[in-house]
């Protein structure tokens, strides 16, 4: 959950005025402290962030989405175990959360890759058109050993966004690895035409030419 931006530009300071001011009129609303708290993360002011965040939970235990903001500033700050608590927290009071399933899933990347996989694709089934998700789950799908489910990712997450080009590399590596060469062929011919200055598209022409001799 995000700031709503105050007319044309985001104003943080003057957000901040609002909602201090909100919250002076009623103590007691939560979302003011909430959206207080939001500016304040949005300045990098993480510690006072997180005091209004644990306010409004204070004004409302169910504020589920607070729990989740908190996780991401202590996801910035590095203390990721604290980070996966409160994400937990948040999908406790609502299972079909999008964002700390999301959220979740990421910090899982690298350390445990069927834990990443499970928490998107819960995230997948609540928002199946979000972008990069798909993306994600492909490359977890490849560390596990699941090409197949990879490749189906990878062009789910092509169906999403057709402009992410890095989609097609990954497919196409998959695909040459089973032997489907045109169609490696095809993806990687298609992740060079959308990335032109890819720092790797001279390797990926050299394999090209190869296989359409």
């Known amino acids: 959950v995000f700031l709503r931006p105050l007319g044309l530009r985001l104003d943080y300071g003057g957000a901040v005025k609002k909602y201090s001011d909100a919250i002076t ?65 948040a999908i406790e009071i609502n299972p079909l959360y999008f964002d700390s399933h999301y959220n979740l899933g990421m910090i899982y990347s690298g350390s445990d890759w069927n834990a990443m996989i499970k928490e998107l694709e819960i995230a997948a089934d609540i928002k199946p058109g979000h972008e990069e998700l798909n993306y994600n789950l492909g490359i977890a799908y490849n560390r596990t050993g699941q ?9 789910k997450e092509i169906e999403v966004n057709p402009a992410y080009a890095s989609s097609y590399k990954n497919a196409g590596l998959l695909y040459y690895g089973r032997g489907k060469h045109v169609k490696a062929v095809s993806n990687w011919k298609k992740y060079l035409e959308l990335k032109p200055d890819a720092p790797d598209r001279e390797l990926i022409l050299k394999e090209i030419n190869k296989l359409e001799k």
């Open 25 to 89: 009129a009623n103590p007691d609303d939560a979302e003011a402290y909430f959206n207080l708290a939001s500016a304040y993360k949005r300045m990098g002011k993480y510690d006072e962030a997180e005091a209004n965040y644990r306010i409004a939970l204070e004004k409302n235990p169910g504020f589920f989405e607070s729990w989740n903001n908190i996780g991401t500033i202590y996801r910035e700050k590095g203390m990721i175990q604290q980070a996966v608590k409160m994400f937990k927290k």
């Open 147 to 155: 090409a197949g489910k990879a490749i189906k990712a990878y062009e």
